[in-house]
């Protein structure tokens, strides 16, 4: 018997091809998603960890140390200090120092040592000295000296040779910036001096270096290390200030002749020298997936947090001036808690769109293995007949669906981690291999002896009270998924495994509701039908309320199919939306200008650039404390202001953004008082002075309609949900510049917002504000603003995820409609013969045949997309969505009507494509080819 069964079995492989090929395409599709998803998950969340690093700067996320005072003077032995990394020649000046701080970071946590190199270190002087300057220079020029041990391999040298030890009696060689050179007109092998207390020091010009590219660390350390510093805030004389570099031999010289340090050189003075002392992060270790430790951002900034609330000893004993210990400073501790959460909600986000198209790939498998047992059910029974145990039957089933479904799992899963080079834990690995399982389980479980040995066809019906109890149940789970959900909020902190299978409880929900009232109408059509002539109508109203077995498939089919795509379209949108909206609230114009102070003729001058319709200059002041009414508790607000006449025409129709009340430059009376912690005693105060405030803040205060500050009284004239002066504070005031200037003095804006003409070209705008304003600017566009909002991994990974599953829905919209043919040809087949006996031709049977599936599919394709956006609606109500578009809030819902009518119309056509295929294999059917497939 057992030969028997093992041809028996081959023998139906090679008969139902078809059949086997959607199930094991099925099962690709469902393993596929099962191990995509995480992986996708892991891959986005260790380039966020390693974008959001490298996009912060070196200077904040290195281990960094600036204090008052120099770097401890000593030698150690060759050996050790090699270890360090630090040059030869300085060596007898740092070597001990090197080798101390070396054991420092060997104490770090093993994460830190792993994600740092060893410590490097800049000392500069704290005076700026006066240096001698050609008259065409046109400022004053100050020389600030500088030793940097690495300076050779963290510059590149484009002039000259690099300083020696300078000739006794003669001047000390010295190196300057390019850029810093050209700005003090100081060629390569001129001599000036630079001036001490106790006199003038002779230093010689002998290179010019410039940045590497390979190394921002120390480009970063210090404000435009290499380029001049230049004041002019159009009141003082014009001021220029340089970095000398000079070698580890001429700096004591240099210092001590500069009075910086005793007669002697043996090393400066107290507080005459201030230290730069920093561990470099390697960025490209971070998210390194064969060190999990290193791909962690909760530990790790617990690690870095660690090391960063230390102190550790440098010197004992530290003679006045020195460096006694290391405290290093970092904010990237905050940056990965940052991570962390952004993960951690895109997690939960990701995990709702993976679910639904898993939901809906199980359900077409489900249909599938009804389909396939449907099929195999003559032969069970003949075998049942012949004295085959149901055990015999089941481990048939059982090796079948094994081979088919392993075959198409273990290829799938090591696809997806060796393309997305993700290598992921046994709980997931278990998850696709349990999915590879499902086509052997399934059928073994449903195939027992007593349900085989009874031929009612009940079996493979959909009624009874089993499937009621099981449906309320469904029902009822969907609903306490729901209300976990929701009760979980938007703190991005994820959702437990029934709150995060809501949306796949949901659809399914939704076609149990589909499935057991749409034939209510139907029923009503019925009666209608029965009075009138003709048989097709009646005869396919009949058959969609008696034989609910022929609509079922195709309306789960169709509503998760439909569910699942849109959802995915719209959340897709109201991300992509938000990104745009909240990229043009940031950049607050058609450009952006920043780099340098603002001052009022610049600004007028930028005004009448060709091509410039209008211009405001904003700014950010000092924090300040107010009181609601003036007898409210205190609260701090963050300062911005700006012109706020100009700017209300810039921002006219940026999304977010109130319009800016008229009339804000202008204030009824003045008075004597104080202002916030700017003003001192007997400053003139205005009062009355007109702010906008933050919508959140004005309901939290109780809608005031004065703030009061110190002497000074603000009155709220507007409210706006986004501030209109871009800023990262949620509580923020508005002030005109002229009356903010009034009260501090120090309203100088650092930046510019710029409408253009229309038509404008914006590449010679630039080029005409850049010769306004000057070199070094910033320019900034709400273009190139969202194109940097959506380059982040959890914004491609969330748009990625969302289009993936669009696509899942449209192929398992094929699959359902391949299978629900497969299922119901059968039994069509055999009324459709019956009704060519009894005389109905082949239009009425094509028409037959689309016509008691058309009200099923059509409304399945109504409730799915509902559902859809229902799906949408909650996910944005409980999913932290501002992590994806950068926004203070919550990003609106959007339903794009363009999109949305493509993706109906596309499933529409899919619909009618299968019915009418459907119909049209139905009339072919020949009532002589079928009678011979029963007797045989």
């Known amino acids: 018997m057992t030969f028997g069964l093992g041809r028996l079995q081959w023998r139906q492989l090679r008969r139902d091809v078809g059949p086997l090929l959607l199930l094991w395409a099925m099962t690709v599709l469902l393993a596929g998603i099962a191990t995509a998803a995480p992986a996708a998950g892991k891959l986005v969340a260790l380039r966020d960890l390693r974008a959001s690093s490298e996009q912060l700067a070196p200077s904040l996320r290195d281990l960094v140390q600036r204090a008052q005072g120099a770097l401890p003077a000593g030698s150690a032995p060759a050996p050790a200090v090699a270890a360090t990394g630090l040059p030869a020649d300085a060596a007898p000046m740092f070597g001990a120092t090197a080798v101390r701080l070396q054991a420092v970071r060997a104490s770090f946590p093993t994460q830190v040592q792993q994600l740092t190199s060893p410590a490097r270190f800049v000392q500069v002087s704290v005076s700026a000295l006066a240096l001698t300057a050609p008259s065409d220079v046109g400022a004053q020029l100050a020389g600030v000296p500088t030793l940097n041990p690495w300076l050779r391999q963290q510059t590149t040298l484009v002039a000259g040779q690099w300083p020696q030890a300078p000739v006794a009696g003669g001047a000390v060689p010295v190196v300057v910036g390019k850029t810093a050179a050209d700005a003090a007109k100081w060629p390569v092998g001129q001599v000036r001096e630079i001036a001490g207390s106790s006199g003038a020091v002779k230093v010689q010009l002998t290179g010019i270096v410039d940045y590497r590219a390979d190394d921002e660390h120390f480009s970063q350390m210090e404000r435009n290390v290499l380029g001049p510093n230049i004041f002019d805030d159009g009141n003082s004389p014009r001021r220029v200030g340089v970095q000398v570099f000079t070698s580890a031999a001429g700096w004591p010289r240099l210092m001590g002749e500069s009075g910086a340090a005793p007669a002697g050189g043996d090393g400066p003075r107290p507080l005459s020298v201030r230290t730069v002392l920093w561990y470099p992060l390697l960025v490209d270790k971070m998210g390194s997936t064969g060190q999990p430790g290193l791909a962690d951002p909760v530990s790790l900034a617990a690690a870095f947090r660690s090391v960063a609330t230390q102190q550790f000893p440098l010197q004992d004993d530290a003679p006045a001036g020195r460096l006694a210990a290391v405290k290093l400073t970092t904010d990237l501790p905050e940056t990965l808690d940052e991570v962390a959460a952004r993960t951690s909600s895109a997690a939960a986000v990701q995990t709702l769109a993976a679910l639904g198209p898993l939901g809906a790939a199980l359900g077409v498998m489900v249909l599938g293995m009804q389909a396939l047992l449907r099929r195999r059910m003559p ?558």
């Open 379 to 936: 032969t069970v029974r003949l075998l049942l007949s012949r004295g085959a145990s149901g055990g015999q039957i089941r481990r048939s089933l059982l090796l079948q669906g094994a081979l088919i479904g392993l075959l198409g799992a273990v290829p799938v899963m090591l696809a997806v981690q060796l393309v997305s080079g993700v290598w992921l834990s046994w709980p997931w690995l278990l998850a696709g291999v349990g999915c590879g399982l499902l086509p052997a389980v399934l059928p073994a479980v449903a195939v027992s002896t007593k349900q085989q040995r009874s031929v009612r066809e009940e079996a493979v019906s959909l009624g009874g009270r089993r499937r009621v109890l099981w449906e309320a149940a469904l029902v009822a789970l969907a609903a306490l998924s729901l209300q976990l959900l929701l009760a979980g909020g938007s703190d991005g902190a994820g959702a437990d495994l029934l709150s995060a299978a809501a949306p796949v409880l949901l659809t399914l929900a939704a076609c149990v509701l589909v499935i057991r009232l749409y034939p209510l109408p139907l029923r009503a059509l019925v009666v209608a039908l029965r009075r009138r002539r003709g048989a097709v109508g009646f005869l396919g109203a009949v058959r969609s309320v008696r034989e609910p077995l022929i609509g079922a498939p195709l309306v789960i089919a169709t509503v998760i199919s439909a569910a699942v795509a849109m959802f995915s379209l719209v959340t897709l949108s109201t991300v992509s939306t938000g990104i745009t909206d909240q990229a043009q609230r940031a950049v607050g114009a058609d450009l952006s200008v920043s780099g340098r102070w603002m001052l009022p003729d610049l600004v007028d001058q930028a005004g009448r650039t060709p091509g410039v319709a209008a211009v405001a200059a904003v700014g950010q002041g000092p924090a300040l404390t107010v009181r609601a009414n003036g007898t409210g508790p205190a609260t701090t607000l963050t300062t911005t202001y700006a012109d706020t006449a100009q700017l209300g025409r810039i921002q006219q129709g940026i999304p977010g953004l109130a319009p800016v009340p008229a009339g804000m430059a202008t204030v009824e009376s003045t008075k004597t008082g104080t202002f916030g912690s700017i003003s001192g005693g007997g400053a003139t105060v205005l009062t009355d002075v007109p702010v906008m405030l933050a919508d959140a803040t004005y309901q939290r205060l109780g809608r005031p309609a004065t703030l009061t500050v110190n002497d000074t009284t603000l009155r709220v004239v507007g409210t706006s949900r986004y501030p209109p002066v871009n800023t990262t504070s949620a509580d923020w005031v508005l002030f005109d510049r002229t009356p903010l200037r009034a009260l501090t003095k120090a309203a100088l804006p650092t930046q510019l917002l710029v409408s253009l003409r229309p038509g404008a070209d914006q590449d010679k705008v630039r080029a005409e504000l850049t010769a306004v304003l000057g070199p070094g600017l910033q320019f900034t566009t709400p273009a190139a603003k969202r194109a940097e909002l959506s380059s982040a991994p959890t914004i491609a990974g969330m748009q990625g995820m969302l289009i993936a599953a669009t696509v899942a829905a449209v192929t398992l919209m094929v699959l359902a409609l391949l299978v629900t043919v497969v299922a119901v040809t059968g039994l069509r087949n055999r009324l459709i013969a019956v009704l060519q006996m009894l005389g109905m031709n082949q239009r009425q049977v094509a028409v037959l045949t689309a016509w008691e599936q058309a009200p099923a599919a059509a409304t399945a394709l109504l409730a799915g997309g509902g559902v859809g956006v229902l799906l949408a609606m909650l996910v944005r109500a409980v999913a932290n969505l501002k992590s994806f578009t950068g926004a203070m809030f919550q990003p609106d819902l959007v339903v794009p009507g363009g999109p949305v009518t493509v993706l109906v119309a596309g499933f529409v056509l899919l619909l009618v494509v299968a019915l009418v295929g459907s119909a049209v294999s139905a009339a072919r059917v020949s009532v002589v080819e079928l009678l011979r497939t029963e007797e045989s």
